[in-house]
């Protein structure tokens, strides 16, 4: 059965730091990976979204890496800015059956200025 | 930017009534979903839906809940009798292909009195 882990599970820096959000998952035969933002009480925005077969995506601070072998990914924010605080979650696209996401524990990003 | 949109944002419901929860997803997307979060907890998967009909559910998903695309535009949860343990934030998603991605709605907030 799958199961998806991220640490930390809080993390609170000071605005401009470069910062690393880690997932991980127990089953390597993943269809994609898909980082989300939740703000409090809210839905989920999607911000990138990895295939199986690649190996990183970008969009603008943004960079989401998968390394499928050892079931990990990681969420690469730069020039941290208080409006990034939010709740990151990974979710993944469990195998080639199905087309259900497995969702991580998520990770609470706090950024003071 | 096309969204997924849910009504109501929240939801007060006395045990043993039916509720129903209402989504339109994207207008071209094929493939819908719903999540649910109790608070302090994962997003789970409850159920998915193709093809004018649910091509996986979860062990969540019991009897007490249906889903139904009624019209063209319309995806709807029905609960059929709520117990205080529904009490959660329900996601309605969508996407166009299996690896196109998940995009959410921002969610309908049952509460269970």
Redesign the interface.
Same mark, same amino acid.
């Given at each position: 059965k799958q199961e998806v882990t991220q640490i930390p599970a809080a993390l609170s820096v000071p605005e401009g730091e470069n910062l690393v959000l880690n997932c991980s998952f127990t089953d390597s035969a993943i =269809?994609?990976l $898909?980082w989300?933002r939740q703000d409090p *009480?809210?839905? @989920? !925005?999607?911000l990138l @979204?990895i $295939?199986s077969s690649q190996r990183e995506q970008t969009s603008g601070r943004l960079n989401a890496s998968l390394d499928k072998s050892s079931g990990r990914s990681t969420l690469y924010i730069a020039a941290s800015q208080p409006g990034d605080s939010a709740t990151y @979650?990974c979710?993944v696209?469990d195998s080639y059956n !199905?087309?259900? @996401?497995?969702? *991580? !524990?998520?990770t609470r990003l706090q950024v003071f200025p | 930017e096309p969204e997924v949109t849910?009504t109501p944002s929240h939801q007060v419901t006395q045990m043993g009534q039916e509720v129903i929860l209402r989504c339109v997803p994207i207008s071209n997307h094929l =493939?819908f979903?719903w =999540?649910r979060q109790i608070l302090g907890q994962?997003? &789970?998967?409850l159920v998915?839906f193709y093809n004018n009909e649910i091509? &996986?559910k979860?062990e969540i998903f019991d009897d007490q809940f249906s889903v139904e695309r009624p019209d063209g535009s319309n995806f709807t949860l029905k609960i059929r009798s709520t117990k205080l343990e529904d009490s959660a934030?329900y996601?309605c998603?969508s996407?166009g292909r $299996?690896?196109?991605? =998940? !995009?959410? *709605?921002?969610?309908t907030?049952l509460t269970v009195v």
């Open positions: =269809y994609n $898909q989300f *009480g809210k839905g @989920l !925005t999607s @979204l $295939q @979650l979710a696209g !199905t087309d259900k @996401l497995i969702f *991580g !524990t998520g | 849910q =493939y979903y =999540y994962k997003v &789970e998967f998915s091509s &996986e979860s934030m996601f998603a996407s $299996q690896d196109s991605g =998940y !995009t959410f *709605g921002s969610g907030r």
